[in-house]
């Protein structure tokens, strides 16, 4: 029976998204990889070491497992990849060549790979930024999401390579810790209102960005890769937006819940990178070709945030 491979399955998408998959197809369709330990969250299911930039070793998973559809997720992100440059570019850009040319020479199914509201530069519309707004991104990890959108296009049109991808926004989720984003402070934040302890911001009061929830990323991307091929127009990556906030807005938010929760604000180096980005993000094209709709406004999603959060600790300690 034909499987679908994840890389970077440990991370804050990957063990989600791996988790989900594993209730749609079955704990052993489902493989993961990554070079840390896998964790509770990704379930129960097949799990290998590996490191995207071992071709040998990639080729030798898909061929033992039998794969057919590979969500391509190992990369270095935003502010770890401003100060690791080369290794960002030789992961990000190297791992994702390595499994388009594997999926051309072994006619894989289906790819999803994900990019990021990074490709944009400072020039492009701050307030609903289109899908057609010129790219000019001034981070490293944007620059290699610019180049690999535009990969996964020459792989779809040369060679017939059906890969999907998805403009990610900020992602919060609280079940895994933050993996070195520039929006991972609505991360943290979370955990730390519900500690009762004292938050330090990294970005400025009224630095609004695009966030989503992840459960609205997993069934985001889960419904872009299960929409038929015809319906596919765009194959570079989608716009795709669900809320946008600053740290202000969301601590007003938490503190409807938690009136005592304090916060204090000390900007570094990663709100050079938030500056660069949009404030908002026009997603009609997604809403349009395969009926993107998010679930959660911010509240909705505080709310449910601060009522699992505790629950998930419990269950992760015991």
Not at 148 to 154: F, H, K, L, R, V
Request: proline residues 6%.
């Amino acid at each position: 029976m034909k499987r679908i491979l994840i890389t970077g399955a440990c991370g804050q998408l990957g063990s989600e998204l791996t988790a989900e998959l594993r209730n749609i197809h079955g704990n052993n369709q489902v493989i993961a990889t990554d070079v840390s330990e896998p964790n509770s969250l990704m379930g129960e299911g097949p799990f290998e070491y590996l490191d995207v930039l071992d071709n040998r070793r990639t080729e030798a998973i898909i061929d033992q497992y039998n794969i057919e559809t590979i969500y391509h997720l190992a990369a270095l992100l935003s502010a770890t990849a401003e100060k690791n440059i080369h290794t960002a570019w030789d992961l990000n850009m190297g791992g994702l060549l390595k499994i388009l040319e594997l999926a051309k020479e072994k006619s894989l199914k289906k790819i999803f790979w994900p990019s990021s509201i990074a490709v944009f530069g400072p020039d492009a519309p701050k307030i609903r930024t289109p899908q057609t707004a010129a790219c000019n991104p001034a981070t490293v990890y944007g620059i290699s999401k610019l180049a690999g959108e535009q990969w996964c296009a020459y792989y779809y049109n040369k060679f017939g390579v059906d890969v999907r991808s998805l403009r990610y926004p900020g992602l919060i989720g609280y079940k895994s810790l933050p993996g070195g984003g520039t929006t991972d402070y609505a991360v943290d934040i979370f955990h730390k209102a519900v500690r009762g302890e004292e938050f330090i911001c990294f970005l400025k009061k009224d630095t609004a960005l695009p966030m989503m929830y992840m459960a609205d990323a997993v069934k985001a991307t889960i419904d872009l890769m299960q929409a038929p091929a015809e319906s596919i127009t765009i194959r570079t990556s989608y716009n795709i937006s669900a809320i946008s906030f600053s740290p202000g807005e969301v601590t007003t938010a938490i503190q409807n819940d938690i009136p005592e929760f304090k916060i204090r604000y000390e900007p570094d180096h990663r709100q050079q990178i938030a500056d660069s980005w949009p404030m908002s993000i026009d997603d009609t094209p997604a809403r349009a070709d395969w009926g993107w709709e998010p679930s959660y406004n911010l509240q909705s999603m505080t709310d449910d945030i601060l009522r699992e959060l505790p629950l998930f600790w419990k269950l992760d300690t015991a």
